[in-house]
Structures are given as structure tokens and as C-alpha cells.
Nanobody, 117 residues
Framework: QAQLVESGGGLVQAGGSLRLSCVAS????????MAWFRQAPGKDREFVAA????????HYTDLVKGRFTISKDNPKNTIYLQMNSLKPEDTAVYLC??????????WGQGTQVTVSS
């Protein structure tokens, strides 16, 4: 059973930093694109960042460019999201996903990030 488990969320003041982790298990994810999405209360889920299997290609929403960095460690089956200069509008549940650039098949349960002003 494929499983994605996120961790690293928490409460931080505006301007602070957090690093999220997502560990993949239960099947091989070779060749899969890995991504982070987020969902704030009352809002639709939105794309944050994605990284190709080989780590050579990344994409970010304009909302986080220059502040967030996605990376991966294939031997550890783990992806990361380093979040700097956090803003209150970054408050959301952050979810890890695996699939293709067009469609993500596997999803984690999410980790809460709260940024206070």
C-alpha cells in the first residue's frame, strides 16, 4: 500500500522558517514526480511546488518563488520543502503528492502550517 507521510509543520511567526518532510513507502516511486500542495480553510487546494524524479526540474507557484525550495533524497524516499520568509497567507495544511506533472495519484494526509502575524 503506497503511503506518503508528511511532518515538520507547526506554528511560526511571520518571517520565520520551517522545513517540511514527506516520506514515501509501500511501493516504488521511481519515475514519479513529487509535489507539495496546500489547502487553507475555505479555499481550494493549490499547487505549491514540484520536483522531477531525478531532481533536475522544479516548478513553483509564483506565490512562493524565491522563498520556498523543494528538494529530494531518493535513497531516503523523502522530499522536503524548505519554507523561508513565511507570511500569514502561507497558513494552510500542506500535502505531499506523487504522480505525473499532470496528475497526482498518491496523496498524504497533510501537516498543518500556521504563520502568526
Amino acid at each position: 500500500q503506497a503511503q506518503l507521510v508528511e511532518s515538520g509543520g507547526g506554528l511560526v511567526q511571520a518571517g520565520g522558517s520551517l522545513r517540511l518532510s514527506c516520506v514515501a513507502s509501500g511501493r516504488t516511486f521511481v519515475g514519479y514526480t513529487m509535489a507539495w500542495f496546500r489547502q487553507a480553510p475555505g479555499k481550494d487546494r493549490e499547487f505549491v511546488a514540484a520536483v522531477s524524479w531525478d531532481g533536475n526540474t522544479t516548478h513553483y507557484t509564483d506565490l512562493v518563488k524565491g522563498r520556498f525550495t523543494i528538494s529530494k533524497d531518493n535513497p531516503k524516499n523523502t522530499i522536503y520543502l524548505q519554507m523561508n520568509s513565511l507570511k500569514p497567507e502561507d497558513t494552510a495544511v500542506y500535502l505531499c503528492a506523487a504522480g505525473s506533472w499532470e496528475r497526482y495519484k498518491y496523496w498524504g494526509q497533510g501537516t498543518q502550517v500556521t504563520v502568526s502575524s
